[in-house]
């Protein structure tokens, strides 16, 4: 359901693109109580009255299809469309064009080039055995390591997973892949840690219906994925809300790791990250996803007219990279027909020592 779901919601980006912001949904959660936090990457905390976030946004694209969905959903997904409307947005203007006017933005080659050190530290290449596996939401808000660890890998899937096509798929992926990163030592030597996050929109999109689609998320991760997880003898752990920064949606630029999940952290760059499990498919798709939430009418909405992919490769499957490469570009091209400037830059990341 969720996929479909998913899919729905690619479908009617281009409706979303059109809505005006002052239709927006009343927000579920607010953050004012939360501590403020200060990106490592030096964006300034935002505080508005008013949380945009990224289910709001999908809310709002459901809510603006919900004539045509209605025939279509079963009566469970119903998508909530009687929030009282609210006026009060940020005035983007200002955000779009500090993010525009930061160096990496401003020519992504160059700055990659300029700083090659920093972004190749992001990596963990040590040969150490990888004993932890976080699994975080793509969102660009969440905030992210300070350095990077050793034995360490970093999984950022929209909602720590919900929108996999359905949980025995995700935990088949995850099974194969903490195998693999065993190694012939026991599964239970390597701790997998997955999150949940307030404002959730892939808490929005594959728990639309529920009165607190974070919490129906949170209780998914935790008595679905973690508890299958744990019946094959992984040990996964569910570790609450991950912290994030306040505020709306800023982030022009979405980085692909392809190395799954060597990529820690980014180096000065405000992007949302996408890093699956060797699921070449579902990173495309949520790829694709950070640019339609950047497009939406919870961030810049039509105002946005640039954004770049960061392209991360594994030197031992450069063709991952490549494959996920080519169909981004394929499926932006709607984008660039309306004159967004869609632009993608390749990094080969450092390989295992
Ligand atoms: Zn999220």
């Known amino acids: ?7 729905k919601s690619l479908e009617i980006r281009a409706q979303t693109l059109k809505m005006r912001r002052n239709s927006s949904p009343h927000m579920h959660e607010e953050l004012s109580d939360e501590p403020k936090f200060t990106t490592e990457t030096g964006h300034p905390v935002v505080g508005t009255p008013h949380l945009e976030n990224r289910r709001e946004f999908l809310e709002h694209a459901m809510a603006g299809t919900a004539a045509a969905l209605a025939t279509s959903l079963p009566s469970n997904m119903a998508i909530a469309q009687d929030h009282p409307q609210h006026e009060h947005h940020p005035d983007m203007g200002p955000l779009l064009a500090k993010e525009l006017a930061h160096p990496f933005n401003q020519d992504p080659n160059k700055w ?3 700083h090659e050190k920093e972004w190749q530290e992001c990596f963990d290449c040590s040969s150490e055995p990888v004993t932890e596996v976080e699994m975080v939401c793509i969102d660009e808000r969440m905030l992210m390591q300070a350095t990077t660890q050793s034995g360490k890998r970093i999984l950022r899937m929209a909602g720590s997973g919900v929108l996999w096509k359905n949980a025995d798929e995700l935990v088949n992926a995850i099974e194969s892949y903490i195998k693999k990163l065993a190694n012939g030592r026991p599964l239970n030597t390597i701790t997998v840690k997955i999150s ?5 929109g892939a808490a929005g999109i594959a728990f639309g219906n529920e009165e607190n689609p974070d919490k129906a998320a949170s209780n998914y991760q935790e008595g679905t994925i973690v508890a299958k997880l744990r019946a094959r003898g992984i040990n996964a752990v569910h570790t609450g809300n991950a912290p994030m920064v306040k505020g709306p949606h800023t982030g022009i630029a979405a980085a692909v790791d392809c190395t799954d999940g ?3 952290r980014l180096p000065g760059i405000n992007s949302f990250v996408i890093s699956s499990p060797n699921n070449v498919e579902q990173a495309i798709k949520e790829a694709m996803l950070a640019l339609q939430i950047a497009a939406g009418s919870h961030a810049y909405g039509e105002a ?3 954004f770049t992919f960061v392209i991360f490769s594994d030197p031992a499957r450069p063709e991952v990279a490549e494959q996920i490469t080519k169909a981004l570009q394929e499926q932006t091209k709607e984008y660039t027909a309306k004159g967004m400037d869609i632009r993608f830059v390749t990094r080969r990341a450092p390989a295992v020592k």
Do not use: K, V
């Open 262 to 264: 060597r990529l820690q």
């Open 196 to 200: 949940a996050h307030l404002t959730c």
């Open 304 to 306: 946005l007219n640039q």
């Open 1 to 7: 359901m969720s996929e479909f779901l998913f899919t």
């Open 112 to 114: 990659l080039d300029a």
